[in-house]
């Protein structure tokens, strides 16, 4: 059996830096000016940091962002207002897209605000509760039998056959420019985090934890690093479910490939069974390893940030959204992991940034994993 983790030596900036930080600096003019536009908390989490044996351990909250419950509304938003800002679109256009759920929230809202129709296409097993997250932002939604993969590819085709418009986070060899604009809304997130933690010439953190579902965000942040610090950027270790590591399993064989998992995991934001083409450049040498954690380690993760010890604030956190954690749990406390810790000098004196990219998007399921219901 294939180690669960691939270490990256020798890394290398990434492609395509300084058009996306162009487009990040329109992103972040544009995030500004919207009405709902705050930034999101920065939580400290001593208690966690103590009982992993770290230095500290600093989380990113996008749980309320645009009260979505997720951080997706950064790229759709900005995406859905370049394509206008660069084409003439009637206003009978359809906007359309395929999600696990967060992204095609993050369509349907901005569409909305808009004034536009949106058709999002999910896979057939979505949960309820996110189907009715995107019903209730005014979208239609189609269900797919085959999965994420196969909602993708009828989000394309119906721009092909009907005209519509695709905001789509994953990029093909066939659609590359608005995964671009996308990852450029993503920027906001850590320039929020100036100056103090992304301080101007070193960050203020060791090593960062960037999950992935595609990979377009994690290549986003990734693209952020390399910008901003070159070579005196922090660590990188990217994240994936054990039953959908597309990126890991792509980077082991040099070219996007299916993931070999099940792809049945809890974190249905990640459940992608291929990558963006585009993400895959960017993260292949970019970064410092890859690791492939089990469910097991997300639903630690909900329940430990959920259940907050010492003064650790509490955070309620989606299957998908505590992946960053739930990596960092799994690298200190899983023997399994322990080269990708020596990799990249995880330990006493390391200090760790995190994302919580997504709150309670299933309340049923979040209480079967954390044992009681969401606190009013
Ligand atoms: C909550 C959450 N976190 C992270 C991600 C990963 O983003 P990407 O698919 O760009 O890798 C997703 C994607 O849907 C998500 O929903």
């Not at 604009?181 to 934890?209: F, S």
């Not at 990558?275 to 380690?297: G, K, M, Y």
């Amino acid at each position: 059996m294939n180690d669960p983790f691939l270490l990256i030596r020798n890394t290398a900036p990434p492609p395509n830096i300084a058009k996306v930080s162009a487009l990040a600096d329109l992103a972040g003019s544009f995030h500004r000016g919207l009405r709902s536009y705050a930034a999101t908390p920065l939580r400290r989490l001593d208690r966690l940091a103590a009982e992993l044996q770290l230095a500290s351990v600093l989380l990113k909250d996008e749980s309320h962002r645009f009260g979505l419950n997720a951080f997706k509304g950064l790229g759709a938003s900005f995406a859905m207002h370049h394509w206008l800002a660069t084409h003439d679109v009637p206003v009978d256009a359809v906007f359309t897209t395929a999600t696990d759920g967060n992204h095609g929230r993050a369509v349907a809202w901005m569409a909305r605000q808009l004034g536009y129709r949106a058709v999002i296409f999910m896979p057939g097993h979505s949960v309820p509760a996110r189907i009715a997250a995107i019903q209730n932002e005014g979208a239609e939604v189609v269900l797919v039998d085959d999965g994420y993969d196969a909602a993708v590819r009828l989000a394309l085709d119906a721009a092909d056959n009907r005209g519509w418009i695709v905001i789509q986070d994953t990029a093909t060899d066939r659609y590359r420019e608005v995964p671009d604009w996308i990852g450029a809304g993503y920027w906001t997130m850590a320039r929020e985090l100036e100056p103090a933690v992304h301080a101007p010439e070193q960050p203020e953190v060791d090593v960062v934890l960037l999950h992935a579902g595609v990979g377009t965000w994690a290549g986003a942040m990734v693209q952020y690093y390399w910008h901003h610090y070159g070579a005196a950027r922090p660590r990188i270790v990217v994240i994936e479910p054990t039953e959908a590591a597309c990126l890991l399993q792509s980077v082991r064989v040099g070219q996007p490939t299916p993931a070999t998992g099940s792809l049945h995991t809890i974190m249905a934001g990640l459940n992608c069974g291929y990558p963006s083409t585009d993400a895959f450049d960017v993260l292949r040498q970019s970064v410092d390893a890859f690791i492939a954690i089990p469910d097991i380690w997300a639903e630690r993760a909900m329940r430990r940030l959920a259940m907050a010890q010492g003064d650790d604030p509490p955070v309620f956190a989606g299957e998908s959204g505590g992946a960053g954690v739930a990596g960092l749990m799994a690298l200190m406390q899983d023997p399994a992991y322990a080269a990708v810790r020596d990799h990249v000098a995880l330990g006493r004196g390391s200090r760790v940034l995190a994302w919580c990219t997504e709150g309670v998007t299933d309340p049923e399921g979040w209480q079967r994993v954390v044992g009681r219901p969401i606190p009013a």
